[in-house]
Each structure stands twice: as C-alpha cells, then as structure tokens.
C-alpha cells in the first residue's frame, strides 16, 4: 500500500476513514469535491488520497500543517467535464438529502417521478392531520385561485372535508376496538397502534388531493437537474415554485452540478422541449379520442405479457451455468418438460427464508402491463415503487369513488359521500371556470385515478410480495393480489407467481395486529431474520 508521510497523513486524516487499507471512505468533504475526486479517478494512475493531496488541497500561508480544502478546482474540472465535454455521468458523483415540506399530494407526485432518487413521504396512514398550524387545516391553496370567484368556495369545501375527517377519527377507533377487541394478556402497544392505523386506514379517503406532506428526498446532481427541468415548465404554479425554492437550496451545496439548469441555451432550451412535446401531444389526444368514452374495465387489468415468458426465465436461469448462447438456451428451454422447467426455477430461486431473498437477473427476462383503476391513497403508495415503468391520467373524479365496508358499518356513509359529492362539485366548476389543471387539488382520495404499471417479474416479485404485507392498506393490497393471480391464472406463468413465495393472499383483517406484535418484539428482544 502507498505510504504517506506524516504531514500528508495529517492533511488525509480529517478526510478518510483510513489511511493504509486499499477500503475507504470520504467524510466531510463538500459534494463537489468529492465528486471531482471520483471524475478525476478515472483519469489518473494515482490513487484517489494521493490524488487529494495533489490536486485539491491547498497549502495556506500560515503553513505546511494548516492545509484547506479548495473547491475552485473541484468547480473547475466540472465546468470542463460535464458542461464543455457533455459527460453527464459525472453528475452521478455528488448527491444530497433535501426536506421538501409543505407540499401538496399532487406535487408530491412530481417530485417522487425519477428512478434515481430515494424517496420517503409523509404518511396519511400514521399521522392523523387533525392540527391546525396558524389556524388552518393542513391543504394547500394553489395561486391561481388568488382573486378568482371559486377560491372562496374551494376553501369552504376543503375545510368541511377536513372536519369531517378528523370528526370521524375517535369514532372509527371505537368500531376498530369494538371489532377487534385488545386480548388479554397481549401487548398493549401493538393493539393500540394496529387501532389507529385501521382508523386512519378507513378515513383516508376523505382527504383532498391538496393535503399538504412533507417528503425527503436523497437524490445525486443528475437526477435533480432531470427533475429541476422537469418541473420549471410544469403548468402548476405550486410545481414551479417549488422548482426555484429547490434550485436555491441545491446550489448551495452542488452549484457545480447545476450549472446548466436555467442557461437560457441549455437548461430553458431543455425544459421549453419537455413543454411543447406534452402540449403537442394533449393537442392530438384530445382531436383523435374526442367522443370516445372509457369501456368498463376491473380494478386491474393484464393488458400484456409474453405468453413464452415463463419458459424465456427458465432459459436466462441456465444462462450463467453454461456455455451455450442465448438463443440455443431458449431452444432447449421449449423442449423441457413442466416438470424439468419447475425444477430449473426451484433451483434458481432457491429456499428463501424472507422476502428480502430475491431471485437473480433472470427474473428480468419477462414483463407485464397492467392497467389500474384504483383509489388515489392506494396510487400514492404504489407510484413510488422505482424500478418499472409507471405512468398516470390526471385525477378527476369521473371515475367514482371507492367505500370500504367499515364507513357504512360505522355509519359515516353519509357524511362520506358528502363530502365526495362537494369535491365532485367543485371539480367540475373548476375546470368549466377554465382551470383543469388546478381542479385536481379538490379530489377526494377515495376517487379513483386511472394508471398503467409495466414490470418485469423480478420487480413484480418484490412490490407484491412487499405491498401484500398484513399491515398493509386493503386497497394496494388488493390490487397486489390480483396482479398475482393474473399473473398466474392469465399469463399461465403459474411457476413464476408460485416463487412469490411470500405474497400473502389472505384478507384476515387481524394481520395487522400481528405484524404490530412481531415489530414489538423485535423492538424489545432484538430483530428477528424473518
């Protein structure tokens, strides 16, 4: 290993986890620096802590052991690389954690849009959004509504909406206790918890798409530039402030990497492209489907999928194990028989003794498309799921609304469909004042919104097995549930859907509570492995 004298160990020191294995990692050092470092690395035949001290620390005048770390040339190698020579991939090498707070569950939509970010989001599902912080309820209020005749009447109906909602709470605790009453001897913690996740479960519905939430983002110079262009053209104007709010705070600590964003000749050329594509395509959606109306289709749908599927994993699962080309595996896959091939995929997948054991790439090797009509709550949870293609219609509510069968049971029916029928109604004078793209704010959660989902088998594995969870909402859970039973019964890839091991198909309303109790022990007695 390359040795370092000790004035240069006293520079690395504050900056490396170690200095003599060949293992290491970069701490408090500024995103572009280390960024640089990496773009730099792939050019140099030194290594990257010899690198540092060559090329990015500074010797300052005080002396040899008050050495500083430079940005310029940091700054300096990126305006080079990645604006000069177009070498995007760089901007891969800087990241940072950003707090997005006070947004509505319509932007919330915009900013969770990118593969290469990691999201968490507020949830409906365990905060209840009974406070009032400065005396109103927590929904956003778009500005294009400032002056206009219905503003009035959009806060009046989001306000009742919200009364509702949090006048429902403690009654819908009641029933949930009623329904499932705490056993004796058990732990108090978990009932309590499972009871207000099923209250909260039950009345989300009720809340408007408006709900403000607040949504951490980690994500790398890249995937803010695509989102950042992305959301400047957006036609809300929630979306596009937001989209300088960001663009201020990012550049306070990777200015390097968006440097291009709002250059009239880059990043505005850019963003008015993403704009007339989108108006051009409304433009001829609207001239070639006028008059045509949606035939009735299922909550779920399998529009597509290759009916060879099945047998083309079988022959991906050989690939690594052998030495014939892709195409002579296929040919021999056809030629097995139903009980070799199961054989081929037991052995692939393996015993897997959670659902965090997934199977390889060969999984990858089929897809599926489904078409959705599900309820808005259940939309938001699934549309975070990354490595697919997913794509959405905007919400309205002309595609009704879903009701489970604990709001009638408790009798809040009524003040339900009021409230649906209040969004309903300011949904449609909105967009006959003129404003579609705001009137989406005033939809219920329990309307359904149309979405496609296309995923190949690998992924599908991991969001059903994950979004069929007990603790999960009943409503992604039923959709979960169907995509795995067309997957098997439809698309006839019944060795497929049976390594799915862990999807569980039950609609036992007590496995919520004993998911409540497995967390409570691994919080008392350590974690369990499955």
């Known amino acids: 290993m390359e040795t370092f004298s000790p004035e240069e160990r006293a520079a690395l ?38 690198l540092f001290l060559d090329e990015f620390v500074e010797r300052s005048h005080a002396g040899a052991a008050a050495r500083t770390v430079g940005t310029a040339r940091a700054e300096q190698l990126y305006e080079r690389v990645f604006s000069e020579y177009g070498d995007d991939s760089v901007a891969q090498l800087g990241g940072v954690h950003l707090a997005c707070e006070g947004a509505s569950n319509i ?16 949830s409906t599902r365990y905060i209840p959004y009974t406070d009032r912080p400065g005396g109103r309820w927590k929904y956003h209020v778009p500005a294009e509504l400032d002056g206009h005749p219905l503003r009035r009447r959009y806060v009046e109906t989001l306000d009742r909406a919200f009364e509702t909602y949090a006048r429902w709470i403690e009654p819908m605790r009641e029933h949930w206790t009623a329904r499932l009453p705490e056993p004796a001897g058990d732990n ?14 039950s009345l989300r519905g009720l809340l408007p798409a408006a709900t403000r939430s607040s949504v951490g983002i980690f994500g790398t110079g890249q995937g803010y530039e695509a989102l950042l262009l992305r959301m400047r053209t957006h036609p809300l104007a929630e979306v596009r402030d937001y989209a300088g709010q960001m663009l201020v705070e990012l550049r306070k600590v990777i200015p390097a990497f968006l440097t291009r964003v709002d250059r009239p000749e880059r990043g ?12 051009g395509t409304s433009d001829v959606a609207g001239r070639l489907l006028a008059g045509i109306e949606p035939e009735p289709r299922g909550e779920v749908t399998l529009t597509d999928f290759d009916p060879e599927g099945e047998l083309k994993v079988v022959a991906a699962a050989l690939y690594s194990s052998s030495r014939l080309p892709d195409d002579q595996l296929l040919a021999v896959a056809r030629k097995l028989g139903a009980e070799e091939r199961r054989e081929v995929l037991e052995a692939y997948v393996g015993a897997r003794a959670n659902r965090r054991h997934k199977p390889g790439r060969a999984f990858e090797r089929t897809a599926y498309r489904f078409d959705v009509l599900g309820d808005y709550g259940a939309f ?14 905007p919400l309205s509510t002309r595609h009704g609304w879903v009701v489970s069968e604990e709001i009638e049971t408790a009798g809040a029916l009524p003040d339900w469909r009021r409230v649906m029928d209040d969004a309903a109604g300011l949904y449609e004078a909105l967009t006959a004042a003129g404003l579609p793209e705001v009137a989406p704010y005033a939809v219920a959660m329990a309307y359904r919104v149309r979405f496609y989902m296309e995923i190949n088998a690998r992924e599908a594995m991991h969001m059903i097995e994950l979004r069929t969870t007990p603790q999960g909402h009943p409503a992604y859970r039923r959709i979960c549930q169907a995509m795995h039973r067309l997957i098997a019964e439809q698309a006839g890839h019944r060795a497929i859907a049976a390594s799915m091991s862990f999807a569980d198909l039950s609609d036992a309303e007590e496995g919520r509570l004993a998911s409540e109790r497995s967390a409570e022990r691994r919080r008392a007695g350590g974690w369990e492995t499955a």
């Open 13 to 50: 020191v504050p900056y490396f986890t170690n200095l003599d294995g060949p293992i290491f990692a970069l701490v408090n050092l500024p995103e572009v620096v280390k960024g640089a470092l990496f773009a730099r690395y792939s050019r140099s035949a030194k290594s990257l802590r010899r």
């Open 107 to 122: 932007l919330t939509k915009v900013l969770e849009w990118g593969r290469l970010m990691a999201y968490l989001e507020q």
């Open 188 to 201: 108090a913690a978990a009932w309590r918890a499972t009871i207000r996740a099923k209250a909260l479960d």
């Open 268 to 279: 505005g050329a850019w963003s008015r492209y993403i704009e007339a594509a989108r108006r």
């Open 380 to 393: 938001r949870d699934l549309q975070r799921h990354r490595l697919l293609t997913l794509e959405w219609q």
